[in-house]
């Protein structure tokens, strides 16, 4: 499993995912889950994903290969609107788990994967949409700027406490690392390193992307003040009234 998360603020769009794919007691392997697509002024979209790492490759391969072929239907270039290139990205799933449905249901193995498509047009607001296993999408909104795939109880609370469409881009993108990092630290499946974008509305170009691993110094800063943050904060909690 995985966990991945989108925000779309009033400036624009946060990104944020881990690396791990397999967790066991012998076996850990990471794989990056965040994929940008930047045409300089005429658009940009970033792709998140979870669930079976094989489906959602070859959805990324297809995509690729898409681009590259000049008699395409469709591909992420196309399409005045974000929407439409949800839409796609659910069909491509869809077309990978058919192919191998028979299969996997033989071994009991699931083929699903999810996304995050979030981006924008040179004729469109940023958007983000969450595409689902069965190939139909949601968006995010005002009232929940955010939207998250795979392993998500355990980094909604601060979400839900902090953003809202008027957070600033930076802190949206610290309230992410530490809804990543909150995750890591419950959930053996989820893992390092983290990867962090930031795209600022209307610039259509390539977001600021990092990779932060548990030694780089922001990760490991962050993890610090928040830890001790929240040990301060319990501490000033109301007294019950026999103590």
């Not at 439409?84 to 299969?103: D, K, M, N, T």
């Not at 995050?116 to 009232?143: F, R």
């Not at 600022?200 to 001790?228: D, I």
Request: proline letters at 6%; glycine letters at 6%; charged letters at 20%.
């Amino acid at each position: 499993m995985s966990y991945c998360l989108a925000i779309n603020v009033n400036r624009g769009l946060v990104f944020a995912s881990d690396s791990r794919t397999n967790a066991g007691v012998d076996y850990v392997a990471t794989y990056s889950k965040m994929h940008r697509f930047v045409w300089p002024g005429e658009r940009v979209c970033v792709i998140l994903t979870a669930g079976s790492l094989a489906t959602s490759q070859a959805v990324l391969h297809a995509i690729q290969s898409d681009l590259e072929n000049p008699d395409a239907e469709f591909d992420l270039r196309a399409g005045e609107h974000l929407h439409q290139v949800a839409s796609y990205i659910g069909r491509l799933s869809q077309a990978e788990q058919q192919l191998h449905a028979p299969a996997l249901e033989r071994s009991q193995s699931s083929a699903e994967a999810s996304f995050i498509l979030g981006g924008q047009t040179a004729d469109g607001p940023c958007e983000l949409y969450m595409i689902y296993p069965q190939g139909n999408y949601i968006s995010a909104s005002e009232d929940t700027p955010y939207l998250q795939i795979g392993e998500n109880k355990y980094g909604k609370p601060i979400l839900d406490r902090i953003i809202t469409p008027t957070t600033s881009l930076e802190d949206a993108g610290r309230c992410a690392l530490v809804s990543l990092d909150s995750t890591i630290r419950s959930n053996i499946s989820v893992g390092p390193p983290v990867e962090l974008a930031m795209y600022q509305e209307g610039a259509l170009e390539a977001p600021y992307h990092t990779k932060l691993t548990p030694f780089s110094p922001m990760y490991k800063s962050t993890q610090k003040q928040w830890n001790e943050g929240l040990r301060q904060t319990f501490s000033h909690l109301p007294r019950f009234d026999w103590e």
